[in-house]
């Protein structure tokens, strides 16, 4: 009952900072303190309101983006952990979850977990370089008003993240015959010649 109280309130708050935003578009520092904007004009929303799991600052060498300076981490036991997030129904989104380790515990044993979709599985998080940003993305239809994305099942280490974004579509961009029982995940990124690797 408390956790489900809890998924409640960061809810709410997920919502009421999400529409200082653009509709729909949402960068979630976890760990973070304090909300800001950063150098490309993305604003960040920290997950200080929650009261579950703990945070940790890392340092990496070469990364300065402030969003990798914390992570939130949570216990290896066999509860969910999960940020609920608001969406409007019938519309497509873009889930980006980030991992960067940087030995936030000290103990130099890289983790291995499970990240789902409320119920269902997403992808297994298998860190192999402490140094490493590893990204999962999803594109869904959303079905509901409200999706959990959910860390679990650690076998080696202990379930974190390092940031959380989601991002609306509109019109038919992405439209795929079987949305309404499949998300897509993406397996690569190429840029093709852009003028920039800056993230979108």
């Known amino acids: 009952m408390a956790t489900l109280l ?6 709410l708050f997920l919502y009421s900072a999400s529409r200082a935003q ?14 800001y904007t950063d150098e490309i004009g993305l604003e960040w929303t920290a997950d200080n309101q929650i009261t579950f799991g703990q945070t940790a600052s890392i340092s990496v060498p070469g990364e300065k983006r402030r969003q990798y300076m914390k992570v939130r981490y949570f216990p290896a036991d066999s509860k969910k952990y999960c940020y609920m997030l608001s969406m409007k129904v019938r ?3 873009l889930i980006r979850a980030t991992f960067l380790y940087g030995n936030f515990d000290r103990s130099n044993v890289y983790p291995k977990f499970d990240i789902s ?3 269902t599985y997403w992808s297994t998080i298998v860190i192999s370089d402490a140094n490493t940003i590893e990204v999962q993305e999803v594109v869904m239809l959303a079905s ?16 974190f993240i390092s940031t959380l974004e989601l991002r609306q579509f509109n019109g038919s961009l992405y439209y795929t015959t079987y949305e309404n029982q499949f998300f897509l995940s ?5 840029n093709f ?3 920039s690797s800056d993230p979108v």
Not at 6 to 11: A, G, K, Q, T, Y
Not at 22 to 35: A, E, H, I, Q
Not at 144 to 159: D, E, F, I, K, R
């Open 22 to 35: 653009m509709p729909g578009f949402l960068s979630l520092d976890c760990g973070g303190t304090d909300n």
């Open 186 to 190: 993406l397996a690569a990124r190429i």
């Open 117 to 119: 979709l409320g119920a």
């Open 91 to 93: 519309t497509r989104y």
């Open 144 to 159: 509901s008003p409200t999706v959990s994305v959910c860390l679990s099942n650690a076998t080696t280490g202990q379930p």
């Open 6 to 11: 809890h998924l409640l309130i960061f809810h």
């Open 193 to 195: 010649g852009a003028g």
